[in-house]
Protein backbone atom coordinates (compact mmCIF):
# COMPACT_ATOMS: atom_id res chain seq x y z
CA UNK A 1 0.00 0.00 0.00
CA UNK A 2 1.42 3.78 -0.99
CA UNK A 3 2.14 5.41 1.98
CA UNK A 4 2.96 8.45 0.73
CA UNK A 5 1.72 10.90 -2.08
CA UNK A 6 3.81 12.05 -4.56
CA UNK A 7 5.94 15.50 -3.80
CA UNK A 8 4.37 18.37 -6.01
CA UNK A 9 6.24 21.02 -7.24
CA UNK A 10 4.73 24.58 -6.33
CA UNK A 11 2.54 26.14 -8.50
CA UNK A 12 4.92 29.05 -9.57
CA UNK A 13 8.27 30.05 -8.88
CA UNK A 14 7.92 33.63 -10.07
CA UNK A 15 5.39 36.67 -8.47
CA UNK A 16 4.78 40.00 -9.89
CA UNK A 17 4.86 43.23 -7.57
CA UNK A 18 3.75 45.26 -9.79
CA UNK A 19 6.53 45.39 -12.31
CA UNK A 20 8.95 43.77 -10.39
CA UNK A 21 9.11 39.95 -10.61
CA UNK A 22 9.73 38.38 -7.19
CA UNK A 23 11.45 35.23 -7.86
CA UNK A 24 11.95 31.87 -5.51
CA UNK A 25 15.28 30.74 -7.00
CA UNK A 26 16.99 34.35 -5.94
CA UNK A 27 15.34 34.21 -2.57
CA UNK A 28 16.69 30.78 -1.86
CA UNK A 29 20.06 32.01 -2.98
CA UNK A 30 19.68 35.13 -0.63
CA UNK A 31 18.63 33.22 2.21
CA UNK A 32 21.54 30.74 1.53
CA UNK A 33 23.95 33.46 1.69
CA UNK A 34 23.16 34.77 4.85
CA UNK A 35 22.87 31.41 6.54
CA UNK A 36 26.46 30.95 5.61
CA UNK A 37 27.46 34.58 6.61
CA UNK A 38 25.98 34.34 9.87
CA UNK A 39 27.79 30.57 10.61
CA UNK A 40 30.89 31.37 8.84
CA UNK A 41 31.33 34.74 11.13
CA UNK A 42 30.50 32.80 14.04
CA UNK A 43 33.16 30.06 13.83
CA UNK A 44 35.69 32.21 12.79
CA UNK A 45 35.67 34.59 15.57
CA UNK A 46 35.63 31.59 17.70
CA UNK A 47 38.83 30.50 16.41
CA UNK A 48 40.11 33.75 17.20
CA UNK A 49 39.88 35.49 13.94
CA UNK A 50 39.19 39.32 13.01
CA UNK A 51 35.19 39.37 12.06
CA UNK A 52 35.76 42.35 9.88
CA UNK A 53 37.89 39.51 7.75
CA UNK A 54 34.05 38.02 7.19
CA UNK A 55 32.81 41.00 5.59
CA UNK A 56 35.28 41.60 3.89
CA UNK A 57 35.25 38.01 2.38
CA UNK A 58 31.97 38.58 1.86
CA UNK A 59 32.13 41.47 -0.02
CA UNK A 60 34.56 39.57 -2.89
CA UNK A 61 33.36 36.33 -2.73
CA UNK A 62 29.84 36.58 -3.25
CA UNK A 63 29.48 38.22 -6.47
CA UNK A 64 33.07 36.31 -7.36
CA UNK A 65 30.83 32.77 -6.52
CA UNK A 66 27.47 34.07 -8.92
CA UNK A 67 29.92 35.03 -11.65
CA UNK A 68 31.81 32.36 -11.38
CA UNK A 69 28.46 29.40 -10.78
CA UNK A 70 26.55 31.53 -14.05
CA UNK A 71 30.20 30.90 -16.31
CA UNK A 72 30.41 27.12 -15.46
CA UNK A 73 26.81 26.88 -16.21
CA UNK A 74 26.93 28.66 -19.51
CA UNK A 75 30.03 27.12 -20.45
CA UNK A 76 28.89 23.50 -19.67
CA UNK A 77 25.02 24.30 -21.09
CA UNK A 78 26.05 26.32 -23.87
CA UNK A 79 23.50 24.85 -26.14
CA UNK A 80 20.56 26.33 -24.24
CA UNK A 81 21.76 29.34 -25.18
CA UNK A 82 23.81 29.79 -28.00
CA UNK A 83 22.51 28.11 -30.83
CA UNK A 84 20.10 28.98 -33.92
CA UNK A 85 16.83 29.72 -31.81
CA UNK A 86 18.67 30.53 -28.36
CA UNK A 87 19.37 34.19 -27.08
CA UNK A 88 22.46 34.69 -25.97
CA UNK A 89 21.06 37.73 -23.89
CA UNK A 90 19.61 34.52 -21.66
CA UNK A 91 22.67 34.14 -20.05
CA UNK A 92 23.24 36.73 -18.42
CA UNK A 93 20.09 35.85 -16.22
CA UNK A 94 20.95 34.43 -13.30
CA UNK A 95 17.92 34.72 -11.90
CA UNK A 96 16.15 32.22 -14.42
CA UNK A 97 18.47 29.54 -12.48
CA UNK A 98 21.48 28.13 -13.38
CA UNK A 99 24.29 28.33 -11.21
CA UNK A 100 27.08 25.65 -11.28
CA UNK A 101 29.02 25.14 -7.42
CA UNK A 102 32.08 23.84 -9.16
CA UNK A 103 32.31 27.64 -10.74
CA UNK A 104 30.95 29.81 -8.29
CA UNK A 105 33.38 27.52 -5.50
CA UNK A 106 36.77 28.10 -8.30
CA UNK A 107 35.92 31.86 -8.43
CA UNK A 108 35.11 32.60 -5.09
CA UNK A 109 38.30 30.27 -3.42
CA UNK A 110 40.67 32.37 -6.01
CA UNK A 111 38.67 35.48 -5.06
CA UNK A 112 39.24 35.19 -1.41
CA UNK A 113 42.74 33.30 -2.03
CA UNK A 114 43.84 37.08 -3.07
CA UNK A 115 42.11 39.21 -1.02
CA UNK A 116 44.03 37.11 1.93
CA UNK A 117 47.33 37.40 0.18
CA UNK A 118 46.96 40.71 -0.03
CA UNK A 119 45.62 41.01 3.61
CA UNK A 120 49.03 38.79 4.67
CA UNK A 121 46.58 36.43 6.63
CA UNK A 122 46.58 32.87 6.48
CA UNK A 123 42.96 31.45 4.11
CA UNK A 124 43.24 28.27 6.06
CA UNK A 125 41.53 28.94 8.90
CA UNK A 126 39.08 30.92 7.25
CA UNK A 127 38.08 28.15 4.35
CA UNK A 128 37.31 25.65 7.68
CA UNK A 129 35.48 27.98 9.02
CA UNK A 130 33.39 28.83 5.72
CA UNK A 131 32.65 24.65 5.09
CA UNK A 132 29.98 23.84 6.86
CA UNK A 133 28.07 26.87 5.90
CA UNK A 134 28.59 26.52 2.46
CA UNK A 135 27.17 23.41 2.34
CA UNK A 136 24.13 24.22 4.20
CA UNK A 137 23.88 27.28 2.00
CA UNK A 138 24.00 25.23 -1.03
CA UNK A 139 21.24 22.93 0.49
CA UNK A 140 18.83 26.10 0.42
CA UNK A 141 19.69 26.88 -2.95
CA UNK A 142 18.35 23.44 -4.24
CA UNK A 143 15.17 24.65 -2.91
CA UNK A 144 15.41 27.22 -5.59
CA UNK A 145 15.62 24.07 -8.55
CA UNK A 146 12.32 23.02 -6.93
CA UNK A 147 10.61 26.29 -7.85
CA UNK A 148 11.92 26.30 -10.96
CA UNK A 149 10.95 22.56 -11.95
CA UNK A 150 14.73 22.26 -12.98
CA UNK A 151 17.59 19.60 -12.28
CA UNK A 152 14.98 16.48 -11.70
CA UNK A 153 15.40 12.84 -11.89
CA UNK A 154 14.24 10.09 -14.42
CA UNK A 155 10.47 9.39 -14.59
CA UNK A 156 9.84 6.94 -11.46
CA UNK A 157 6.49 5.68 -9.36
CA UNK A 158 8.33 5.21 -6.05
CA UNK A 159 5.89 7.13 -3.67
CA UNK A 160 8.09 10.46 -3.18
CA UNK A 161 8.23 10.95 -7.13
CA UNK A 162 8.08 14.68 -8.10
CA UNK A 163 4.97 15.99 -9.77
CA UNK A 164 6.30 18.44 -12.79
CA UNK A 165 3.12 20.56 -13.54
CA UNK A 166 2.67 22.45 -16.83
CA UNK A 167 2.99 25.86 -16.77
CA UNK A 168 2.09 28.40 -19.23
CA UNK A 169 2.49 32.05 -19.11
CA UNK A 170 -0.36 34.71 -19.18
CA UNK A 171 -0.67 34.07 -22.89
CA UNK A 172 -0.74 30.15 -22.34
CA UNK A 173 2.32 29.94 -24.16
CA UNK A 174 4.60 26.95 -21.99
CA UNK A 175 6.94 28.36 -19.79
CA UNK A 176 8.60 26.09 -17.36
CA UNK A 177 10.25 28.35 -15.04
CA UNK A 178 8.22 31.95 -15.08
CA UNK A 179 4.26 30.75 -15.86
CA UNK A 180 2.27 29.06 -13.22
CA UNK A 181 0.26 25.75 -13.18
CA UNK A 182 -2.37 24.39 -15.39
CA UNK A 183 -2.99 21.42 -12.58
CA UNK A 184 -1.85 18.82 -15.22
CA UNK A 185 0.77 16.54 -14.49
CA UNK A 186 3.57 16.47 -17.29
CA UNK A 187 5.72 12.99 -15.48
CA UNK A 188 6.74 12.24 -11.86
CA UNK A 189 10.13 12.29 -11.36
CA UNK A 190 13.00 11.49 -9.13
CA UNK A 191 13.54 14.43 -6.75
CA UNK A 192 17.03 14.99 -6.96
CA UNK A 193 16.67 18.15 -5.10
CA UNK A 194 15.66 16.96 -2.95
CA UNK A 195 18.05 14.11 -2.32
CA UNK A 196 21.17 16.68 -2.18
CA UNK A 197 19.36 18.88 0.11
CA UNK A 198 19.23 16.22 2.52
CA UNK A 199 22.78 14.68 1.67
CA UNK A 200 24.14 18.36 2.09
CA UNK A 201 22.65 18.68 5.51
CA UNK A 202 23.92 15.09 6.39
CA UNK A 203 27.12 16.27 5.50
CA UNK A 204 26.99 19.88 7.16
CA UNK A 205 26.42 17.98 10.59
CA UNK A 206 29.17 15.25 10.06
CA UNK A 207 31.39 18.60 9.64
CA UNK A 208 30.71 20.04 12.62
CA UNK A 209 30.52 16.58 14.29
CA UNK A 210 34.28 15.92 12.41
CA UNK A 211 35.97 19.37 13.42
CA UNK A 212 35.10 18.94 17.25
CA UNK A 213 35.95 15.34 17.31
CA UNK A 214 39.39 15.09 15.57
CA UNK A 215 40.21 18.76 15.94
CA UNK A 216 40.42 19.22 12.13
CA UNK A 217 42.34 22.55 10.90
CA UNK A 218 44.70 24.09 8.17
CA UNK A 219 42.00 23.48 5.58
CA UNK A 220 41.60 19.87 6.23
CA UNK A 221 37.82 20.58 6.93
CA UNK A 222 37.03 22.18 3.51
CA UNK A 223 38.85 19.34 2.17
CA UNK A 224 36.37 17.20 3.65
CA UNK A 225 33.73 19.26 2.55
CA UNK A 226 34.93 18.77 -1.09
CA UNK A 227 34.84 15.35 -0.60
CA UNK A 228 31.85 14.85 1.26
CA UNK A 229 30.12 16.91 -1.22
CA UNK A 230 31.51 15.57 -4.37
CA UNK A 231 30.42 11.88 -3.29
CA UNK A 232 26.80 12.44 -2.67
CA UNK A 233 26.84 14.71 -6.07
CA UNK A 234 28.22 11.59 -8.09
CA UNK A 235 25.41 9.40 -7.14
CA UNK A 236 22.86 12.72 -7.68
CA UNK A 237 23.92 13.57 -10.87
CA UNK A 238 23.46 9.77 -12.18
CA UNK A 239 20.27 9.92 -10.97
CA UNK A 240 19.41 13.35 -13.18
CA UNK A 241 17.68 13.30 -16.82
CA UNK A 242 18.24 16.79 -17.62
CA UNK A 243 20.34 17.72 -20.98
CA UNK A 244 24.14 17.78 -19.53
CA UNK A 245 27.41 18.36 -22.01
CA UNK A 246 28.61 14.51 -21.91
CA UNK A 247 33.00 13.59 -21.77
CA UNK A 248 33.37 9.90 -22.77
CA UNK A 249 29.25 8.99 -22.35
CA UNK A 250 29.72 10.36 -18.85
CA UNK A 251 27.87 13.84 -17.85
CA UNK A 252 30.49 16.47 -17.47
CA UNK A 253 29.49 16.63 -13.65
CA UNK A 254 29.92 13.28 -12.90
CA UNK A 255 33.68 13.51 -14.24
CA UNK A 256 33.99 16.66 -11.74
CA UNK A 257 33.15 15.05 -9.18
CA UNK A 258 35.30 11.57 -9.32
CA UNK A 259 38.16 14.07 -10.06
CA UNK A 260 37.68 16.65 -7.04
CA UNK A 261 36.89 13.14 -4.75
CA UNK A 262 40.28 12.09 -5.35
CA UNK A 263 41.97 15.46 -4.63
CA UNK A 264 40.54 16.45 -1.89
CA UNK A 265 41.22 13.03 0.05
CA UNK A 266 44.66 13.42 -1.65
CA UNK A 267 44.50 17.24 0.31
CA UNK A 268 43.01 16.05 3.57
CA UNK A 269 45.94 13.32 4.32
CA UNK A 270 48.57 15.89 3.18
CA UNK A 271 47.98 19.06 5.20
CA UNK A 272 49.05 19.77 8.54
CA UNK A 273 47.24 18.05 11.62
CA UNK A 274 45.85 19.38 14.38
CA UNK A 275 44.29 22.85 14.48
CA UNK A 276 45.92 26.74 14.32
CA UNK A 277 46.69 28.31 17.35
CA UNK A 278 44.95 31.96 18.01
CA UNK A 279 48.43 33.42 17.23
CA UNK A 280 47.98 31.79 13.68
CA UNK A 281 44.69 32.10 12.59
CA UNK A 282 44.98 36.09 13.64
CA UNK A 283 48.92 36.91 13.07
CA UNK A 284 48.50 40.63 13.02
CA UNK A 285 46.33 40.86 15.85
CA UNK A 286 43.77 43.05 14.39
CA UNK A 287 41.68 44.22 16.88
CA UNK A 288 38.21 42.81 17.08
CA UNK A 289 39.45 39.38 16.99
CA UNK A 290 37.72 37.21 19.52
CA UNK A 291 38.60 37.29 23.16
CA UNK A 292 37.56 33.39 23.13
CA UNK A 293 40.02 32.50 20.48
CA UNK A 294 40.71 29.62 22.09
CA UNK A 295 37.01 28.34 21.93
CA UNK A 296 36.20 24.94 20.27
CA UNK A 297 34.29 26.03 17.17
CA UNK A 298 30.67 25.76 16.96
Known sequence: MQILANIPSPPQGVWHLGPI????????????????????????????????????????????????????????????YFCADCNPVDALKVTNGGLGIWGAVALGVFAIWVMFKV?????????????????????????GNWFNQELYGRPTDVPWALDIFYRVNEAGEYAPVSGHSTGEVMTSVHPTFLYELVWNVLVCLFLLWAQKAWKLGHGRLFALYVAGYTLGRFFVENMRADEATLVFGLRINVIVSVVLFVVALIVFFRLPRGQESPEEVNPRGDEGASSRASAESH
Open 21 to 80: PLRAYAFCIIAGILVAMWMTHRRYVARGGNPDVVWDAAIVIIPAGIIGGRLYHVITDHEK
Open 119 to 143: KKVPMAPFADAVAPGLILAQAIGRL
